[in-house]
Structures are given as structure tokens and as C-alpha cells.
């Protein structure tokens, strides 16, 4: 496509899986932040929680000074304390509730508009409808909280029987709970990534088409499908990686869809939507070499997309 990217979306990269030792939330996240900021390939940056007041103050600075957006994705705070917001557990349910209202508050503290979450572990047939019911009640919760607080809430979608194996999920059960959320929560969307596409085996025409109306953020990416295999499940290991899902075709062909279902929009006014790339390192990888790849990588297919 010869139209520049950056008059049609917001390209964003999520920081604490290109540089997984921020995962935590601890050290020098500052650091790394100012190394992407300094690269205008990049138009966001994705953060995560960020323990220490001083830094928060610094990427904020730095963000303030390049003109870098931020978003906040608060699935570490979610998965390193192996919290879920669909527990069946009442209290477990609660802490799950109470730290993403806590990245709520940060997520405001940095300028970010909205914050992604991910629902925990499916329960089974016989648990299921009892998870969503008290998936939907702290996702109400959060939507309230964060509308208070001026920040939208995203739910990402995530593998049913890999990985994560999140209750939330096929594509169909997320198009049926955003219509459920959407019905009093305006501020509640949908993120799909192309790196769980085919561990949900889904196609990105039937995916992206069912869930068009509910879809406020976008993440690409790779996966490994195929068990035995290193990388394999969701670690978004880098496009092209050996034995992985994705490269530069599937990525043309996701953009592609993405301008079918109107997502992305030639000319189009307002905010721009968000595409957010998440890769990762794996042994032996450096996250900037990681980073130029990948950027080459989104060129290739950025022209594709469009031929």
C-alpha cells in the first residue's frame, strides 16, 4: 500500500513483551521506553504496571517529550499473580478485580485512554455460564470504575486449549459477550491479535468479521502451533520465526481483512485506530534485532496489503 500507515493507524509496540524483563513491573523500564521513543517507526508504546513512582515519572516525561501515546495492558498483573476475573472463588474474583482497578488508576496517572485485560482459565462445559455471569459482573465493575476515571476497558481475546486457555476465548463466545457488555457499557471493547488466531483456528475473514463491531484495539504477532516445537504456545516469538504460524503473508492478509471490515480506513478523521505489534524474544535473541525485523517485516506486508 503506498498510502503511509501513519495517516491510517496508530502503530504501537507492547514494551514489556519486546523487552520481558519489564514484565514485572520492576528496575529500569524508563531505559528501555526512551529507546523505542526514540525510534519514530513506532507511534505508541504499550505499557504494563510500573512499580516505582520515579519511574513512572520518567516514561511520562519521555512521552510528554517525543509525542509517544501510551496504552496499558494490565495481562501481567493478571497472569504473574495468576489472578482471574471469572474465578469462581469470591475472594479470588475480588483480588483479580481489585488489581486491575489499581492499573486502572495508573493507567490514568500515565494519559493512557484505555486498559486490556484478559479473562482467566475456562472452567469446563458444566462451569462455563456460571464463569461469563461472574466474568460479565467484574468486567461491569471495572467498565464503572474506569468510565469514572476517564479510561475505556479492553478485553483481549486468548486460546481456548493451548495456552492460556482463557474462557474468553473462540471468537463467537466474545462476540456474544461484548453484545452482552456492550448493552450497558459503551467504554468496554474487544482486542483480537493475529498471534492467537491460529491457536484458536480461526481465520482472520471469519474472526475479524464476527467481532467488527465490538474490535477497539489490535495486536499482531507469531506463534508456534505445532507441539514439540520450540516457542511453542503463546510466546510470540518474532514473524518468520522456524516452525512458526506467521509472516509477511498472513500479516498482509489480517491488514487486508482489517480495511474489508472498515477497522482501518483510508482517510479516515478522528482518533486512529490502534494496531499494536507484540513480539518477543526467544534464547539467544536480542530485542533490537528483534525490533528491526519486525520492522521490516511490517513494511513487506504494509505494501502487500494494498497490491
Known amino acids: 500500500m503506498q498510502k503511509s500507515?501513519?495517516?491510517v493507524l496508530t502503530l504501537s509496540i507492547v514494551h514489556f513483551m519486546i523487552f520481558p524483563e519489564t514484565i514485572s513491573g520492576e528496575g529500569d523500564i524508563a531505559s528501555s521506553i526512551e529507546k523505542l521513543?526514540?525510534?519514530p517507526f513506532?507511534?505508541?508504546v504499550e505499557i504494563s504496571w510500573i512499580k516505582d513512582p520515579k519511574q513512572r515519572e520518567r516514561v511520562r516525561s519521555i512521552a510528554r517529550q517525543s509525542g509517544l501515546?501510551?496504552?496499558?495492558?494490565?495481562?501481567?498483573?493478571?497472569l504473574l499473580q495468576k489472578l482471574s476475573?471469572?474465578?469462581?472463588d469470591q475472594a479470588a474474583r475480588q483480588k483479580a478485580v481489585d488489581t486491575i482497578k489499581e492499573g486502572i488508576d495508573e493507567a490514568a496517572e500515565m494519559g493512557c485512554a484505555r486498559l486490556a485485560v484478559l479473562t482467566g482459565p475456562d472452567p469446563g462445559d458444566a462451569e462455563r455460564e456460571r464463569a461469563l455471569d461472574y466474568l460479565a459482573d467484574s468486567m461491569a465493575t471495572l467498565c464503572r470504575y474506569g468510565q469514572d476515571k476517564g479510561i475505556g476497558i479492553t478485553l483481549e481475546t486468548f486460546d481456548r486449549r493451548v495456552d492460556k486457555k482463557s474462557i474468553i476465548g473462540p471468537s463467537p463466545l466474545a462476540a456474544r459477550f461484548a453484545a452482552r457488555m456492550r448493552e450497558d457499557w459503551p467504554n468496554f471493547g474487544l482486542m483480537y491479535d493475529l498471534s492467537h488466531m491460529p491457536l484458536l483456528d480461526e481465520t482472520a475473514r471469519e474472526a475479524l468479521t464476527m467481532l467488527q463491531d465490538y474490535l477497539v484495539h489490535i495486536h499482531v504477532g507469531n506463534c508456534v502451533k505445532v507441539p514439540g516445537r520450540d516457542a511453542y504456545g503463546d510466546l510470540h516469538p518474532r514473524f518468520g520465526y522456524p516452525g512458526g504460524e506467521n509472516d509477511v503473508p498472513e500479516l498482509a492478509e489480517f491488514l487486508s481483512v482489517l480495511f474489508e471490515i472498515g477497522y482501518l480506513k483510508e482517510g479516515g478523521v478522528g482518533d486512529k485506530p490502534w494496531v499494536g505489534i507484540e513480539v518477543k524474544?526467544?534464547?539467544g535473541e536480542t530485542s533490537e534485532l528483534v525490533i528491526a525485523q519486525t520492522q521490516r517485516v511490517w513494511r513487506q506486508a504494509w505494501w502487500q496489503a494494498g497490491s
Request: charged share 20%; proline share 8%.
Open 85 to 88: 476475573l471469572n474465578d469462581l
Open 42 to 44: 513506532f507511534g505508541a
Open 69 to 78: 501515546k501510551l496504552g496499558y495492558g494490565a495481562q501481567p498483573r493478571l
Open 5 to 7: 500507515w501513519e495517516s
Open 281 to 283: 524474544p526467544q534464547g
Open 37 to 39: 521513543a526514540l525510534d
